[in-house]
C-alpha cells in the first residue's frame, strides 16, 4: 500500500506504546492483507525511531540475521545483520512472517529474544552483543493455512507476551480505509466491492475457496473505479480473474457471484 494516515481501528497502536514503554515484544496475529506492516510502520513514525524490517521465508538464513564475513582488499571484514544492528541502535525491528522461518534461523533469534537481550557473534569475534536498552521486536505470523507457515514453537511465542489479533476490519471501517486512497465519489459502488471481498473471505474461511481478498485488493478496485473503469469489469479484474489458476470451476464460481451483484 502507499504512504497514507494509518486508520488505527482497533487501538493496536495504543497497546504497542504500551508494550514499548513496558519493554514488552509484541506478536500481531492475521491473515495477509490486514494492514500488519502499515500499522508497524505508522508505529514507528510516531515514535520517530528508526525501523528495521526482514521478511521471513524458506530461504532466510542466520546470516540475513547475524551477519557475514566479507574479503575486501585483501582483508577479512564482518558486514553485521538486521539483528545485530539494530540491537546495537536500539532500533524497531519488524519481523514479517516469523512463522515461514526455518527451525535454525528461530534458534538463533530466540538467543537474542530472551530476557537477557544479548547474543554472542559467534561468526566473528564472539562478542556479546548487549542491546540497547530502546531496542524493541515486533514480529507478525499468518495462519497456519497460509501456504509456507509452520506452528511457533512454544519458546519463541514465550518472547512475545503481547499479542495483537489484526482481522479485516469491519465494512463501514475498510470503507475509510479504501476512501483514504481515491478522490471520486463511489461510495455505494465500493461498498458493494467491499460486501464482495468479505463473501469471498467467508468462503475461504471454510475452505470453499481457495484465495481470500485482502485490503489491498479493495484499495486497487476504488483505484480503478477512480479512474473511470466501470464496476463489473473491475470486480473481475480485481477479484475474479485471480481464481482461475484453480481452475473454471472456482472461477465460474467467483464470477456468477461478481454477475449476481454487479450489473456492469
Do not use: C
Amino acid at each position: 500500500m502507499e504512504e497514507t494516515q494509518y486508520l488505527d481501528w482497533n487501538n493496536s497502536i495504543q497497546i504497542l506504546n504500551k508494550a514499548y514503554d513496558a519493554g514488552l515484544f509484541v506478536l500481531i496475529i492475521g491473515p495477509k492483507g490486514t494492514g500488519k506492516t502499515s500499522l508497524v510502520r505508522e508505529f514507528a513514525k510516531n515514535k520517530n525511531v528508526n525501523l528495521e524490517s526482514m521478511n521471513f521465508s524458506l530461504r532466510t538464513r542466520e546470516s540475513h540475521l547475524i551477519g557475514t564475513k566479507t574479503l575486501k582488499d585483501g582483508n577479512v571484514s564482518f558486514d553485521e545483520g538486521l539483528l545485530i544492528k539494530s540491537m546495537r541502535n536500539g532500533d524497531i525491528l519488524y519481523l514479517d512472517e516469523i512463522n515461514s522461518a526455518e527451525a535454525d534461523v528461530l534458534l538463533r533469534l530466540d538467543e537474542a529474544l530472551d530476557d537477557r537481550r544479548q547474543i554472542v557473534l559467534k561468526e566473528s569475534t564472539g562478542e556479546v552483543i548487549k542491546a540497547n536498552d530502546n531496542w524493541f521486536v515486533v514480529s507478525t505470523i499468518n495462519p497456519l493455512t497460509h501456504s509456507g507457515t509452520k506452528e511457533l514453537p512454544p519458546q519463541i511465542l514465550s518472547r512475545f507476551p503481547v499479542r495483537i489479533r489484526l482481522e479485516y476490519p469491519p465494512e463501514d471501517i475498510e470503507l475509510q480505509i479504501v476512501k483514504k486512497y481515491i478522490s471520486g465519489d463511489h461510495e455505494s459502488t465500493i461498498i458493494q466491492a467491499i460486501k464482495l471481498a468479505n463473501i469471498l473471505r467467508q468462503a475461504a474461511a471454510v475452505e470453499e475457496l481457495f484465495y481470500s481478498p485482502s485490503l489491498r485488493e479493495t484499495i486497487a478496485f476504488a483505484k480503478l473505479l477512480d479512474k473511470g473503469m466501470m464496476p463489473k469489469e473491475v470486480a473481475n479484474i480485481v477479484f475474479g480473474n485471480v481464481y482461475t489458476q484453480w481452475g473454471d470451476i472456482e472461477y465460474q464460481k467467483v464470477s456468477d457471484i461478481i454477475t449476481s451483484m454487479f450489473e456492469n
